[in-house]
């Protein structure tokens, strides 16, 4: 009852109005540039500070520490045989990171690194199945794992180590953002029923010890990319088939009964990609970017206020890359910025930027 009692308590349909001023921010300042590294997982700490991790072309594993002025912090690089990369991280406080390091090694291995400071000062070894994602939790990290499309399981690990519990799936679940709330935890993904499936957009409630799943909001056609709690409010952020295109969906509040996401349809000229949102003023910011060969590559912003109304939407033009592959959103101190993995004109070398937002076009009301 407390799960039911959460998810209606957050929860009206809120309706967004297609109304908003477009413009082109000038002057996005590049804070850090990274060549030759494709990110694969970001976090930021609690002193604000922004952990991210890749790989290089070789490849060679890498994690890096930067603070929102662009400062580098340390850094972890490895030359393992046969290549390796980080693909989840996880703050844990005092200095501290868990991070999910995969080696493509003879037998093609996972671990669990404990950091602090920039040094690797554990390593656990992790059974042999597929390793996809970290996520936060208290006292310990969650770790998405699987075998094949139908076998996905969930499992939480302490700080030390050890594997406290594991719940298996099924229907092949992929989250890209999870919580963790009184009673449990809040996976935000996609899942896909069978091989021959279309991706479902879906909310999954999983209890503290692992034992039982519910599952809120699916969609057919279409996933969820991140979300947000933001006072008491629960943000989706995703895609779904909309006019034959993938359009950006925004949707604040869903019941408990299910969810008709409302889709925003900014005026772009090409297919729209959703990558991330970010609480800012009351509202939120999602950051999305266009495919089409025509325009400039650049961020599509938008404001959106409490009411899921778009309130201005900007472009931040990324000059010196070819292609935008992903975005994470940070604020800090009021200040948004975007951590940019893209590829550069002439290459298909990806390369990382972490560049601070202009937000003086619209404001959240």
Not at 169 to 195: A, C, N, S, V
């Amino acid at each position: 009852m407390k799960r039911l009692y959460f998810l209606l308590i957050l929860i009206l349909l809120c309706h967004l109005s297609a109304a908003g001023t477009t413009a082109q921010a000038s002057g996005s300042e590049v804070l850090f540039a990274m060549e030759d590294f494709e990110v694969l997982c970001s976090a930021q700490d609690e002193n604000g500070n922004l952990c991210i991790g890749g790989r290089s072309k070789m490849p060679k594993g890498r994690l890096i520490c930067v603070d929102t002025t662009g400062n580098l912090l340390w850094s972890v690089e490895n030359d393992l045989p046969g290549g390796d990369w980080y693909s989840g991280i996880v703050p844990c406080g005092d200095g501290r990171y868990m991070a999910l390091h995969q080696q493509n090694d003879s037998t093609f291995t996972h671990h669990l690194e404990m950091i602090e400071q920039g040094q690797v000062v554990k390593t656990t070894h992790l059974p042999d199945e597929q390793a996809f994602s970290l996520y936060p939790a208290e006292d310990g990290v969650l770790l998405l794992t699987g075998t094949a499309i139908d076998a996905t399981s969930l499992s939480k690990w302490s700080y030390e180590g050890k594997q406290l519990w594991k719940l298996d799936f099924g229907k092949g679940y992929r989250f890209d953002e999870m919580f963790t709330l009184e009673d449990g935890y809040l996976g935000i993904g996609y899942h896909i029923p069978d091989h021959n499936s279309a991706w479902v957009a879906a909310v999954c409630l999983v209890d503290k010890d692992g034992r039982s799943v519910q599952e809120y909001f699916s969609k057919k056609d279409s996933r969820w990319v991140d979300a947000a709690i933001h006072n008491g409010k629960l943000y989706l952020f995703g895609e779904t088939e909309h006019e034959e295109l993938f359009k950006g969906i925004v949707a604040a509040n869903a019941s408990a009964e299910g969810m008709e996401p409302v889709i925003y349809t900014p005026d772009t000229q090409g297919e729209l990609i959703p990558f991330s949102l970010v609480p800012m003023d009351g509202g939120f910011l999602t950051a999305s970017s266009q495919w089409n060969r025509l325009i400039p590559t650049a961020l599509t912003l938008t404001r959106f206020d409490r009411e899921c109304r778009s309130v201005g939407t900007f472009t931040c033009p990324m000059a010196d890359l070819r292609a935008i592959c992903d975005c994470w959103l940070f604020s800090k101190n009021g200040q948004a910025f975007a951590l940019v993995c893209g590829t550069v004109e002439g290459s298909f070398q990806y390369v990382a930027r972490l560049v601070q937002i202009p937000l003086g076009i619209g404001s959240a009301r």
